[in-house]
């Protein structure tokens, strides 16, 4: 039987903390705790508590990644929100406000260079505002002033979908930095939609019918849209992050609120593991991968501040040998 020298080259090594940057296969004896351990990998993805946000509020919007997001606009549930907060994968602070208080806002890009379009004044709006890291400035107007729209990309290359005007939209528009032209029609349509990916490669998923929750997964390649696989769970007002082939979809509201977790590959979704607190209405860290990005706000019986972070199956993680 081999032994651990012979497989890994080096016998385990005695300290008094762990080390700060250990590699995959990694053991060592931590003999100030008196615990032997080594750095392997998660074989599942799972929810942590981050730090809460300053505003509670629902029917936000989220751009950025998981230790860079941005937080803005929503409803506190007595009033729109025009606030807009920055989280460093710690703690938030607060941001410049948008220039009108909205919710239900179309919103994409980075925490220094975000997009937020469309929402619910009222009544439905077009507006467009960009964000610098600092103050938003108005951009130009969406060609149809709707509310609960999906969106994709980057602040001079974005997709907005879907929305409810005083129907459910099915139209797509893309921005160029500028101005907004029309793109492909969906083959459905639905408020509260979720989106990931980029202008050329978007994904669209969940959202709220006239008949109720959908399931329904639409790909876009810059030009037209084709249907993708079904959610495991209908619901609407879900977050999402990620890219068309590798997505992550989270909360929402299906009869109720959920917590459930799904993740894409390209054809199919899959089940991982559930939001510590079932909510909807909720907003997330979209730029990031779908590995490792935050969930904020949203609403349980009332509007949240919390922040709950992804870490995706495969990231390195330190484990404890115990005797069994």
């Known amino acids: ?68 997001a941005l937080g803005f606009g929503g409803y506190t549930g007595t009033a729109n929100s025009a606030e807009t907060e920055e989280y460093d994968g710690t703690s938030w602070t607060s941001g410049g406000n948008l220039g009108t208080a909205r919710r239900q806002i179309g919103g994409c890009g980075t925490q220094t260079s975000a997009l937020g379009f469309g929402g619910f004044v009222p009544p439905n709006s077009a507006l467009t505002e960009e964000y610098d890291g600092t103050s938003w400035t108005a951009g130009g107007s969406l060609s149809t002033a709707r509310r609960g729209l999906g969106a994709a990309g980057t602040q001079t290359s974005a997709v907005g979908f879907s929305g409810a005007t005083t129907v459910y939209s099915t139209a797509t528009e893309e921005y160029d930095g500028t101005s907004w032209t029309s793109g492909g029609t969906m083959s459905s349509g639905a408020q509260y939609i979720a989106g990931a990916g980029t202008q050329t490669s978007a994904l669209a998923f969940g959202g709220d019918t006239a008949t109720g929750a959908t399931a329904v997964t639409q790909e876009y390649d810059g ?48 089940a991982d593991t559930s939001m ?36 995706g199956a495969g990231a390195p993680v330190t484990k404890t040998v115990t005797a069994s």
């Open 1 to 68: 039987m081999s032994t651990y020298t012979q497989l890994f080259g080096k016998q385990v090594t005695f300290v008094t903390s762990d080390p700060s940057n250990p590699t995959n296969g990694q053991m060592w004896y931590n003999s100030t705790s008196k615990t032997l351990k080594f750095l392997g990998t998660t074989t599942s993805g799972a929810w942590a508590a981050g730090g809460n946000m300053g505003t509670a509020r629902y029917t936000l919007t989220g751009a950025g990644t998981q230790t860079s």
């Open 223 to 270: 030009t037209s849209w084709t249907s993708g696989g079904n959610l495991g769970t209908a619901r609407q007002s879900l977050g999402g992050a990620g890219t068309q082939t590798s997505a992550l979809g989270f909360g929402g509201v299906s009869t109720a609120n959920t917590g459930a977790t799904e993740a894409y590959n390209g054809t199919s979704w899959t």
């Open 276 to 311: 510590s607190t079932a909510r909807g209405f909720l907003a997330g860290a979209n730029a990031g991968p779908s590995s490792s990005t935050a969930a904020f706000g949203g609403k349980t019986t009332v509007a949240s501040a919390a922040t709950e972070e992804f870490t």
